[in-house]
């Protein structure tokens, strides 16, 4: 993976942990804050503590499947294990889709924010947007997708800023904020910012990925993986209220693509203005890196099992995916340019809670003790899906259409794509 972990062989408990909450917080909250407060308003920080439960079951299950089976790969090896090869080949390729929308996410966080900061307009949002994956293919390309070191200085610095900034948030605590300039919501409103945002919780299982590269992970994965998350549920519910309390609730809502950003320029000026920019960047740009490498190599991965077209098999000289890294970053790139915040957040969110649905059932099979944890993120997980399924049927009909049409391609064309595919390669083989 990286660096001195490289060096070693393997990733101590403070890289896994660091890289469990940058993985998280790399983009999500900076994207996730105005679409919650829109949903929930003075109940923002409870669906943040909603999806929390759901995440920390997941990663309860992730973590102890990673450990049972010891094999990198998250849901696609834990499903091959119990020998659901097609339903593991399906999974992978919508993990994958999750995956796209979740770079175009960043790289959307990454171009508006700078924009925002030098008072542009779109033009600059869109050519930052797409520059940044450009950069970051470059990069992974050449064999320096992951750098764990730079990422965790990233995770420390982006942390500390968002720590400061709630916390001078919370010490001008003002309950009108909360609602300031908008119509109260009840506590019901709570759960249905929990689904539209639940993408803001995806990036602790990248680290099962790299279960091969981690120090002793029966020892140190699981309360790794588990402090973090818990620690990232805190941050985001502090986050969530100390920002809203400096620039006020319909300020956030309005201005929801850099929330953060103005609420640190209405409590610290320009000098919060530019910390927190530079956080998002950064913050943002690693997490472009960190998930594009890790959706790379599941693509070449799956692709060795034959659940993707062979194509996807091939490797340069610095044994990088080179094809999938190519092919997932233009793919999030047009999203990042062409969708919306709210679109790229809640369909993100969908495919994920799905994912990690499936994950928990596999666990209640497969684990001998505690089952009620992810039972818990299956019941709160279902009760979720089904709210945000509902939410896209009326607000955004036509990306749930695409979204639906993606799974019937995937569950029903896939296996007819992956034949023909294999059927060509043999012809020239033997040609």
Known sequence: MSSDSEESGSLNFASVWSLTTGGMVGGGIYTALGVVVAVALQWGWLSFLIAGVIAMSSAYSYVTLANKFEESGGAFEYLREINHKGIAGSLSWLLIVGYILTIALYAFAFGHYISFAFDQGA????????????????????????????????????????????VYGLMHWDTVQLMTGAQPRSIWSAPIGAAAIFVSYEGFQLLTYEYDEIDSPEKNLAPAVLSGVAFVIVIYMIVALGAVMLAGALTVIDEKQVSLAVAAQEGLGAYGLWSIV??????????????????????????????????????????????????????????????????????????????????????????????????????????????????????????????????????????????????????????
């Open 123 to 166: 033009w600059l949002t869109r050519i930052l947007a797409i520059g940044i994956v450009s950069v970051i293919i470059g990069v992974n390309l050449m064999g320096a997708g992951k750098l764990a070191i730079v990422e965790i200085v990233i995770v420390w610095t982006n942390l500390i800023a968002l720590l400061l900034l709630a």
């Open 278 to 431: 530079a956080a998002a960047a950064f913050a943002t740009a690693a997490a472009i890196n960190s998930t594009l490498f890790s959706t790379a190599k599941l693509a070449d991965r799956v692709a060795e099992d034959g659940e993707l077209p062979i194509f996807f098999e091939h490797v340069n000289s610095n044994g990088i995916p080179d094809r999938a890294v190519i092919v997932i970053g233009i793919l999030a790139a047009t999203l990042a340019v062409t969708g919306s915040l709210s679109t790229l957040v809640e369909a993100a969110s969908l495919i994920f809670l799905f994912t990690f649905g499936t994950v928990n059932f596999i666990a209640i099979d497969h684990l001998d003790q505690k089952k009620w944890i992810p039972w818990l993120g299956i019941i709160i997980g279902a009760i979720t899906l089904l709210i945000l399924l509902t939410r896209l049927t009326f607000i955004a009909p036509v990306a749930l259409s695409i979204i639906v049409f993606l799974v019937f391609v995937i569950v029903f064309i896939r296996p007819y794509i992956l034949q023909k595919a294999q059927t060509e390669n043999k012809a020239s083989g033997q040609q």
